[in-house]
């Protein structure tokens, strides 16, 4: 158990819908990161967020958005759906912004996912 | 861009001895982590390597060569219920803040 917990566990959505995804950080961790991870590949970063603002983006476009709250409590946005959406969406918390640079990082704890299928 | 290999599939026996290969290239390094993911599961964490070497961890132990860009997993004393994805992920550090890179993972079946 990790702490980090993630809803809804699975969600069914046409293509052209929105969808919005929920996670709780551990206690004490103020960085969240989200991935998508397709069925048989590892997980694909999506972006991170520390203290309420984005600070790093993968290789995904502006429909996928996302916020963190001040209980460092986050969410996933997903507008305009499209078949290829259909993954696992995992997110991973962390003690600090992983920002000290070479040699400085702090493990991500994943939450159970919420298993996202588009139709 | 960024490359990390790793097989797909493995298979070993109860008791056994098995090791997870993976390589990597990629621009950056801040070290590489192992994780443990069974299907339908979270990912959780395994070990984590920034200096070469072997780290040790009970029945787990995880090796690094940064020069080779290489790492292995070693799993001692197999039990059935480490049936499952090992995922391999480098640390990359860009635009100040840390990312994960992963591979595709490798299925591993233990059988009896």
């Known amino acids: 158990e990790t702490g980090v917990t993630q809803s809804p566990t699975h969600l069914i959505k046409t293509r052209g819908q929105q969808v919005t995804l929920r996670c709780s950080s551990q206690?004490?961790?103020?960085?969240v990161s989200w991935y998508q991870q397709a069925l048989g590949q590892g997980p694909q970063f999506i972006f991170q967020y520390y203290r309420e603002e984005e600070n790093g983006r993968g290789n995904f476009p502006p429909r996928f958005s996302g916020l963190q709250f001040p209980n460092y409590s986050s969410e996933l946005n997903v507008n305009a759906l499209e078949l290829d959406d259909s993954a696992l969406y995992l997110c991973?918390?962390?003690?600090?912004?992983?920002?000290?640079?070479?040699?400085?990082?702090?493990?991500?704890?994943f939450g159970p996912g919420t298993r996202l299928t588009v139709l | 861009g960024q490359n990390i290999d790793q097989p797909t599939e493995m298979t070993a026996t109860e008791g056994a001895i098995v090791q997870i290969n993976c390589t990597y290239q990629?621009?950056?390094?801040?070290?590489l982590f192992w994780y443990q993911q069974h299907a339908g599961e979270a990912p959780t964490f395994l070990s984590y390597n920034v200096l070469d070497g072997l780290e040790e961890k009970g029945r787990f132990s995880s090796f690094l060569s940064r020069s080779k860009g290489y790492s292995y997993l070693l799993l001692k004393e197999l039990q059935m219920k480490d049936s499952a994805s090992y995922l391999c992920a480098v640390s990359l550090f860009s635009g100040g803040y840390n990312k994960l890179i992963f591979g595709a993972g490798t299925r591993l079946a233990v059988h009896p």
């Open positions: 991973a918390s962390s003690p600090n912004p992983t920002s000290g640079g070479p040699y400085s990082t702090d493990t991500q704890y």
């Open positions: 990629t621009s950056g390094f801040n070290g």
């Open positions: 206690s004490g961790h103020n960085t």
